[in-house]
């Protein structure tokens, strides 16, 4: 399963929300990149300044690293969080590893947004946490991200769940649950 959604759109937070319900073993394409830039590896160093610049990382680095990390889990269920974010990575995920049996979509306005993301940054010390980086990754998302959406929608019309994200998180995640009980062979964990 993918979860995706603009920049600060709670991906996070339901995502821990899922894993601890749903058993998924959860991959966060941001986290597994910033973990590259944080071993300072000459990978790690170009995703940086890419990220910086609010740009995508190239695919096959980013299929790269979830690839590696779902192998090295042993796990069989993945809820892979912050991609694709573009068609060229949705397509090379289904064709080096699988397509997804769902892809939710989180939808929250850009002001939203903005807002959690400036508030986060007070305390995240996360480098792409500020004013300039923000409105850089809005653009990538509305420009690259968003046709994913509609791909997935060309695809199967039943793949993509779009969920509005607005709503206190508890809110949210009881819609999410709905979606999720329709997997087949899914069950509630907790």
Known sequence: ?????????????????????FGFLHLSAGDLLR???????PVGLNCDKLMKEGKLVPVE?????????????GKSRFLIDGFPRAIDQAKAFEAKICRPDKVLFL?????????????????????????ATIIKRFETFQKESMPVIGFYDGVDKNIVAKVSSVPPPNQV??????????????EVKA
Not at 1 to 21: W, Y
Not at 61 to 73: N, P, Y
Not at 174 to 182: G, H, K
């Open 1 to 21: 399963m993918m979860e995706t959604g603009g920049p600060g759109c709670g991906k996070g937070t339901q995502c821990e929300k899922i894993v601890k319900d």
């Open 35 to 41: 973990e590259e830039v944080k071993k300072g590896t």
């Open 173 to 186: 995640y009881e819609v999410v649950v709905s979606v999720l009980r329709n997997i087949p062979g899914l």
């Open 61 to 73: 680095v980013t299929l790269g690293l979830i690839e590696k990390a779902m192998t090295a889990s």
């Open 107 to 131: 939808e929250c306005p850009k002001e939203v947004m903005e807002q959690r993301l400036l508030k986060r940054g007070e305390s995240s010390g996360r480098s792409d946490d500020n004013q």
